[in-house]
Each structure stands twice: as structure tokens, then as C-alpha cells.
């Protein structure tokens, strides 16, 4: 069973940093067997894909918009993903959610909400 839940959202001031995480909350679903992406969605615009981390962990993607500031990770013992996000910018919020793909079928979580502002 696949019920993915972000977390970890919040409110931060620019230059801040935030961690969210991706677990979940189903059985029998390791989240280390499948490539796992962040995305964002602001109203009124399409979901960005952000970071793709692969089901080894060894290989990431990031969006030209994110690399060098976020890095996303697994922690295999904790079957969660993180997506560590440095020097937050006003334009990084959004709300964020977590995507897993296996047999050709996405399974997306119900996003948390991240806003940078001063």
C-alpha cells in the first residue's frame, strides 16, 4: 500500500534552510526500490519537477532552478527521502510533494506547504 506523506514544510525568512521528508505511511512499500522526484506547484502554474534521486540512490537530477542549493538523499533504515533545501528565496514557495514511481505508476503525496518571506 502507497500512501506517501511529505513533511517538514514551513514558514522561513530568506537565506533560510529547510528539510522536508518523504515517508510512508502504507505497508509493504520501500521507498529505496524506486526513483522518488520533488516537485513543487504554485496556484496557477504547473508542477515543476525539482530533483530526482534513483531507486540505488547513487544518481540525483536537479532542475537548473534548485542545484547547488537543494540536495535530495535517502535514509534506507528510516525508508524515507529528504529534500535539504539551502538559501530559501521567495520564489521557492510553493507547496512540495514527494512522487514514486513503480510499474509504470505514480504515487504522488498530498504536498506541504513551504513560504519564504521577510
Request: proline residues 3%; hydrophobic residues 30%; charged residues 20%.
Amino acid at each position: 500500500q502507497v500512501q506517501l506523506v511529505e513533511s517538514g514544510g514551513g514558514v522561513v525568512q530568506p537565506g533560510e534552510s529547510l528539510t522536508l521528508s518523504c515517508t510512508n505511511d502504507g505497508f509493504g512499500f520501500t521507498l529505496s526500490f524506486y526513483p522518488l522526484s520533488w516537485y513543487r506547484q504554485v496556484p496557477g502554474k504547473e508542477r515543476e519537477l525539482l530533483a530526482t534521486i534513483a531507486s540505488g540512490g547513487g544518481v540525483r537530477n536537479y532542475a537548473e532552478s534548485v542545484k547547488g542549493r537543494f540536495t535530495v538523499s535517502r535514509d534506507k533504515a528510516k525508508n524515507t527521502v529528504y529534500l535539504q533545501m539551502n538559501d530559501l528565496r521567495p520564489n521557492d514557495t510553493a507547496v512540495y510533494y514527494c512522487k514514486a514511481r513503480r510499474n509504470y505508476i505514480d504515487y504522488w503525496g498530498r504536498g506541504t506547504q513551504v513560504t519564504v518571506s521577510s
